[in-house]
């Protein structure tokens, strides 16, 4: 019992750390609150359940594609309906979000009336054993390819000059003005990645986990969960906010029904915002 | 009568006013002045209840002010203008003003009256309906000085409410400054315009690097060879 | 009451406005009549989203405070009349009545907690979506509330007193336009003629110099809260007395808070009549778009990215909202006299003695 929720929960915990890390940056770069970010993961999952790979090469191949999708979908977002919300007071940011996250999920609704599809496994086998527990292989493929990109993000972060041009304008935007960082560009930029890195989250999650429109607001929710929780000093503590958020629901998944989990971690959300309510808007330290 | 008694303040490291005291008595204009970031505002928010001193008391009428809310301060009849209204330009006039006249009495007839006489000797009665976003700014403080008046406050803070008016209007709202002062109100005068201070202050004190270097009438500070070093020499240039 | 009068200028844009509200008024009583029957329904489907968009608005857009907590008021509304109503046999009056009290409870609820902790519009927006998943997650999983299946109503009271009618919709119908007509007013007399309605766009603008002016920005962000949410419970009431039935996915979905919240934008926020002619405008939507044969399921998909469409396009064009949209409009067409009437009351009033 206890490794079955060790090994399940850890492993969609990975998955929801992709997730949130893209939030992450988006709100740290930009420091733009997005309601939508859940709804680009949908980008993955349905687009992938639009193509119907039937092999793994192809399957790779449409999720590099959605990626790719949900990037320009993300920049063009960004030019056009964000940029000028930017070092603006007022809600316009926070409407347009959630009401763009709502368009989308109606949208999939039209398109996709079949709720709760998935795709044809593309992994060569179908389940290993993890620990005595029966893994999924769509699941655990999910989990290594994300924890991959994860590490490979925070590389990129950390350790490289593009990295360095996003934690400038994180840190002090007339700073990186100053030293001639073009922001406009890194912030579509980096709306661009947040979205792909969102789609593919998606693509690997839909081998396995059946896709419905409202899954939009609850992983836009989880996500901003998870940043919240995270803090906002480093990666990492997403990462860690992540694994937490998948074996709390693991957890709570094998003692009570489904939606009560959900009801516990929304309400325990609620007290994490009023007690850590600088987690996402003042920053002590950033993530340098 | 304000007294103000060994007050100071910092942000993080940096202090903005060390050891103030100074005292307003009823019925008198005090001018505070002193050169950009002596600290002026910082000491009339600290009155208003804006801001907590890190240090002194603060007391109105033998009342404590010191850590009071800012509403609570209000109540016990302290008002003040600001320098800045920039995201107030939606509301109405006639309402900004009526607002406080709720301070004197409950009932809407009443309020309404109150608002109205002030609006009329203000000559801002034109304007009742506008917003303030869409009158001239200066006549924003002005509006300000009205809505502080019509709280009928045992001390009044100014905070610059003549910048920008031509000189007929600053003659009209000297005109006001003195008949609230005569009613017995203290006025405590944040002030760059000469004009207004030479008319109208009783006493003045002067602020530099968050401390008082002078206080005494127009004339006696005026002689202080700190007070010119520090701020007359400059102010006279502009 | 001088100062009234004179307060009352009435400006081409007031008349046209007024003419407006009295014909739409007559309108809305003559519609049953008028009307093919089944229309009747959409009629108080419109009046529904109306009360809705209207009542979220005393907190969204009079304070500021961007809540997507009312839809657990709108849930409460239901399920209360459900609950006493349906399974207990309790008068359906007093049922609503209950409901709109622990809804305004729980609007005061957050909105004290959410002050007490100094949460900002973003993390409001945040944790009162939160709040209303958990409750939409509670109502699903417990038996008081039916479950996923819901409740049915199987009382056979019917009229006023049951506030239930079988087979025609309209005293349904006159009843929700009666009960909007009175929130509107009871709000436009909290707004224009109490300290605490007059206070309220001082606390939305800039709460600090609220604060220096007296009004305590705390206590009147949570009752106006907590009004606000009081009423959305009508409009949840209402429509489970309506459709007979009510289960956390018809009243308690995340997507209707944003709607109401959506729909008040989208009509213009700081305006009264703006939320009620967004809500009116999407039940006429949605009735048009089934006249053009489409699938039931799609019809609301639809006016929902209709919805939200309009919305962005509105706040992209950096617009207020429709009925801000239409003032602007008509003072255009149409310039006030204001101006020129005023000038010499300047000249006298410089000339007057300062008062004492």
């Known amino acids: 019992m206890l490794m079955q929720i060790l090994v399940t929960g850890l492993l969609q915990g990975v998955i929801y750390a992709l997730i949130g890390l893209g939030l992450f940056l988006v709100f740290n770069v930009m420091r733009v609150v997005n309601f939508a970010h859940g709804y680009f993961v949908l980008i993955g999952m349905y687009g992938l359940l639009w193509i119907a790979p039937t092999s793994l090469p192809s399957y790779l191949v449409a999720a590099m594609g959605v990626a790719l999708f949900a990037a320009t979908f993300g920049y063009v977002i960004e030019r056009w309906l964000l940029e000028f919300t930017l070092h603006k007071p007022g809600h316009a940011q926070l409407v347009i979000t959630i009401s763009l996250g709502i368009a989308m999920q109606y949208f999939f609704q039209i398109k996709f009336p079949e709720p709760y599809q998935t795709i044809a496994n593309p992994w060569p086998f179908s389940s290993v054993e993890i620990l005595g527990v029966s893994v999924n292989s769509g699941r655990l493929m999910a989990a290594v390819i994300s924890l991959a990109l994860t590490v490979l993000i925070s590389w990129v972060v950390y350790r490289t000059s593009l990295g360095q041009n996003l934690r400038a304008c994180s840190q002090s935007l007339p700073g990186a003005v100053h030293v001639g960082i073009n922001f406009p560009r890194v912030y579509r930029g980096t709306f661009a990645f947040g979205a792909a890195i969102a789609a593919i989250a998606g693509a690997l999650l839909i081998p396995f986990q059946p896709v419905s429109p409202h899954f939009g607001l609850d992983l836009t929710i989880k996500a901003f969960i998870i940043v919240v929780i995270g803090g906002v000093a480093s990666i990492w503590g997403t990462v860690l906010a992540g694994l937490i958020l998948g074996l709390a629901e693991a957890a709570g998944s094998t003692f009570v029904s489904g939606s009560l989990t959900s009801s516990v971690i929304y309400l325990l959300f609620l007290l994490v915002i009023l007690v850590r309510p600088q987690g996402l808007i003042v920053r002590k330290a950033d993530f340098a | 009568m304000l007294e103000v008694a060994e007050v100071a303040k910092s942000f993080g490291g940096l202090r903005v006013l060390t050891d103030v005291s100074f005292t307003a008595p009823a019925g008198e204009v005090t001018a505070l002045i002193g050169p950009n970031g002596a600290g002026k505002s910082t000491l009339v928010n600290l009155i208003s209840g804006y801001l907590q001193p890190n240090a002194g008391r603060i007391q109105l009428d033998g009342e404590e002010l010191t850590s009071r809310p800012a509403a609570k301060v209000f109540k016990m009849g302290v008002s003040r203008t600001f320098q800045v209204t920039g995201n107030t330009a939606e509301l109405n006039v006639f309402e900004c003003v009526a607002m406080a006249a709720y301070r004197q009495s409950k009932d809407f007839s009443t309020v309404n009256r109150i608002a109205e006489e002030q609006l009329r000797a203000f000559g801002l009665w034109r304007y009742r309906t506008r917003r303030l976003g869409d009158i001239p700014t200066a006549m924003v403080r002005v509006v300000d000085f009205a809505r502080g008046m019509a709280s009928n406050p045992k001390l009044l803070l100014l905070d610059e409410v003549m910048a920008g008016l031509t000189p007929a209007e600053v003659d009209v709202v000297i005109d006001q400054v003195r008949a609230c002062r005569d009613t017995g109100v203290a006025i405590v005068m944040i002030e760059h315009v000469l004009q207004a201070v030479t008319a109208l202050a009783d006493s003045v004190v002067v602020l530099n690097n968050g401390q008082i270097i002078a206080t005494g009438s127009m004339q006696d500070v005026s002689r202080s060879e700190e007070v010119r070093a520090a701020y007359l020499g400059r102010a006279a240039t502009t | ?356």
């Open chain 3, 1 to 356: 009451m001088t100062t009234l009068k004179a307060l009352r200028n009435t400006t081409p844009r007031q008349t046209i406005n007024t003419l407006i509200v009295v014909a739409s008024m007559i309108g809305a009583i003559v519609f049953p009549w008028v009307v093919d029957p089944a229309l009747v329904g959409v009629g108080f489907i419109a009046l529904i989203y109306a009360m809705r968009n209207f009542t979220w608005n005393i907190a969204g857009g009079l304070v500021g405070l961007l809540s997507l907590a009312h839809v657990a008021g709108f849930g409460i509304g239901a399920f209360t009349v459900a609950i006493l109503t349906w399974g207990h046999g309790v008068n359906v009056w007093l049922a609503i009545l209950v409901g709109m009290l622990l809804s305004g409870l729980v609007g005061i609820v957050v909105s004290s907690i959410m002050s007490r902790f100094g949460v900002n519009a973003f993390f409001f927006a945040l944790g009162t979506a939160a709040l209303s998943l958990a409750v939409s997650g509670i109502a699903a999983s417990w038996s008081l509330t039916g479950e996923v299946d819901g409740l049915q109503n199987h009382t056979s009271g019917e009229g006023l007193l049951h506030l239930q009618w079988f087979l025609d919709p309209k005293p349904l119908y006159y009843v929700a336009l009666i009960l909007l007509v009175v929130i509107v007013c009871f709000t436009m007399w909290l707004t224009s003629r109490t300290r605490f309605g007059r206070s309220l766009p001082f606390i939305r603008e800039d709460p600090d110099m609220a604060a220096s002016m007296g009004i305590d920005v705390v206590r009147n962000q949570a009752l106006t809260m907590g009004l606000s949410m009081a009423l959305t419970a009508i409009p949840g009431s209402l429509i489970a007395q309506y459709t007979s039935f009510v289960s956390y996915e018809s009243v308690l979905t995340l997507e209707i808070g944003i709607l109401m919240m959506v729909g008040a934008i989208i009509g213009g926020s700081s305006t009264l009549a703006g939320p009620i002619v967004a809500g009116i405008g999407i039940a006429a939507l949605e009735e048009g778009l089934r006249a053009f044969d489409v699938t039931s399921s799609s019809v609301s998909s639809i006016t929902q990215i209709i919805y939200a469409a309009i919305v962005i396009l509105i706040l992209r064009l950096g617009a207020d909202g429709i009925v801000p949209m239409w003032n602007a409009l008509l003072d255009r067409l149409f310039p006030s006299r204001e101006h020129h009437e005023v000038e010499p009351e300047l000249e006298s009033n410089d000339k007057e003695p300062a008062h004492a």
